[in-house]
């Protein structure tokens, strides 16, 4: 949020959004400026586990972060952890865009009618509480062990979470946006297409950041207990047969995509969105 | 015929404990086509509640109000409004897309919505900042584009309710002034809320002052026969402020004895 809050705080005067670009600078500059922080706290990361592993813990039980890059690499040159991350990816972003897709229209009705909230809001009040990993089991019974039930869990686990920001976001329009729209000349769907929607972006990409970190949960849960392939399997199997290496290597892989994933969102919303800031 | 009618307009809310609260009663009022009025009151007169009735936001549960000799019925085109707060702005629409936003919903053609725009950001001393967003421009030009947004739309009146309330008495100042010029500039027809006796005189045409509320009805109506820029060192601006301020200092402590009483 730190990003947003000189946009909507108080001060009336022309705050910049960023910091005017300086022309001295090269693009390069610039870039390595941007990123390099991040650099250095990820090195930082991985020293301090370095450290904690060769000079505290010094057991096979916490493998230092060479070892486990070394695995990796093994990992990839056969191919395996590729087809595990990419099963576990391919699942997430179906039921992710799934659960979205379905969680935005159900969100803006509910927020839209009085009468819609209160028929619909006990089914997903209700539903929200059950946890998605509290669903595997049933929903390996009724989709069996194939790709349709990881997919369901997603959807769940994103849905409930896409409608409860979306009808958030409808609900706290400023009503004076809708009355200055009315007194223009609106109609009902432009207050709907041209007012109401645009405002409850923010709110609804808000949500969709949320259900990414909750399908990488579900992701994992789920795949212990079914599949072929999957980073969740990953784990399971290092448990089963003691591969603490291969264990790392799927813990770093899901630190790693979640992080990117979320980069990737937060730099789609900046770029395709960022007029309907806030970008957090 | 007047291009606006109150007759007998009243306006009463049930309040969450079940009892009545009248905040308008009998308001009887006729706004000529180009004057600029301003309706001046104590907090609480219920004079937003009159500008919200013309507007079409609520309906009058007493009397009619007409435009042009025939009742509103809900906010249309006719009535532009600017608000008080900045929160009726757009932010994911840049200055220009503000102020082009009524002509957009009408369907104009792109090139024609942006002259148009320019225009009305010329107008009110916006050029060049067509491509902030509101979130990056000031107080007082955010009002600015509130203004030409509802200017831009070509209403048959404009409503607005204490816009320069929220800015520094500097600002406000100049706000007076610009506004003041735009006004004798498009001839438009303005209703103008203000509790400011000082903002009234020097904007209105006729100057309407309200009782203290709850329950406020129009008092009486001043015609300010001032020409040009007005001045408040103008001794016959200093009358009508010590009239009009007389009105409400009374008016006040009428609210103040009743509700003692009342207590």
């Not at chain 1, 004076?176 to 405002?199: D, I």
């Not at chain 2, 079940?18 to 308001?27: H, I, L, N, Q």
């Not at chain 2, 994911?92 to 957009?104: K, P, S, T």
């Not at chain 2, 030009?141 to 203004?147: A, D, E, L, P, S």
Request: aromatic share 10%; glycine share 10%; proline share 5%.
């Amino acid at each position: 949020m730190t990003g947003t809050v000189s946009r909507d705080g108080g001060s009336p005067a022309a705050t910049p959004v960023r910091a005017p670009r300086r022309p001295e600078r090269s693009k390069l500059a610039m870039a390595a400026l941007g990123v390099g922080p991040y650099l250095v706290s990820f090195a930082a990361l991985f020293l301090t586990w370095h450290l904690v592993a060769v000079y505290g813990v010094q057991s096979v039980l916490f493998p230092p972060p060479t070892t486990v890059f070394a695995k990796a690499g093994v990992l990839i040159a056969n191919g395996t952890l590729f087809d595990n991350i990419w099963a576990s990816l391919q699942r997430i972003a179906t039921g992710f865009f799934l659960g979205s897709a379905l969680g935005i229209p159900i969100g803006l009705t509910i927020g839209s009618f009085r009468f819609a909230r209160k028929l619909i809001e006990p089914w997903t009040e209700f539903l929200r509480f059950i946890p998605a990993v509290a669903m595997i089991t049933i929903s390996v019974i009724w989709f069996g062990i194939g790709e349709e039930s990881k997919i369901f869990l997603i959807v769940y686990t994103t849905i409930f979470i896409v409608i409860l920001n979306t009808a958030a976001g409808v609900a706290s329009i400023a009503p004076n946006k809708l009355r200055a729209a009315q007194s223009l000349g609106a109609s009902k769907w432009q207050l709907f297409a041209l007012v109401a929607l645009p405002a409850t972006v923010p709110f609804i990409l808000t949500g969709m950041r949320l259900a990414m970190a909750n399908s990488f949960t579900t992701i994992v849960a789920a795949e212990f207990v079914s599949a072929q392939f999957g980073l969740g399997v990953m784990l399971w199997n290092g448990r089963m047969f003691m591969l603490i290496d291969e264990i790392f290597v799927a813990l770093v892989a899901l630190g790693m995509l979640g992080f990117t994933a979320d980069r990737i969102f937060r730099f789609g919303i900046y770029r395709f969105a960022r007029r309907y800031s806030p970008v957090a | 015929m007047a291009l606006i009618q109150f007759e007998d307009v009243g306006k009463s809310f049930r309040t969450r404990k079940g009892d009545e609260f009248t905040a308008v009663r009998d308001f009887s009022l006729m706004l000529e086509r180009g004057e600029f009025f301003c309706l001046l009151g104590p907090s609480g007169c219920g004079k937003t509640t009159v500008l919200a009735m013309l507007a079409g936001f609520e309906a009058p549960t007493a009397g009619r109000i007409l435009l042009d000799g025939k009742t509103i019925d809900g906010p249309s085109r006719d009535r532009g409004v600017v608000f008080q707060g900045d929160d009726s702005l757009y932010t994911w629409l840049n200055a220009e897309e503000n102020v082009e936003f009524g002509l957009r919903l009408r369907g104009v053609p792109r090139k024609e919505r942006r002259a148009t725009a320019r225009r009305y950001l010329d107008l009110v001393g916006l050029t060049g900042q067509q491509d902030k967003y509101p979130p990056e421009l000031s107080g007082g030009m955010k009002q600015r584009i509130q203004i030409a947004r509802a200017l831009a739309n070509e209403p048959k009146m404009l409503l607005m309710d204490e816009p320069f309330g929220a800015l520094d008495a500097q600002t406000r100042g100049i706000m007076q002034r610009e506004l003041r010029q735009i006004w004798r500039a498009t001839g438009s027809s303005v209703l103008f809320i203000t509790h400011d006796i000082d903002e009234a005189i020097s904007l209105g045409s006729r100057v309407g002052v309200m009782t203290a509320g709850p329950g406020g009805t129009l008092k009486e109506v001043i015609a300010i026969e001032l020409e040009g820029e007005r001045s408040r060192t103008d001794p016959a601006y200093i009358g009508y402020y010590a009239r009009i301020q007389e009105t409400i200092r009374h008016e006040v402590d009428r609210a103040i004895r009743q509700s003692a009483e009342a207590a």
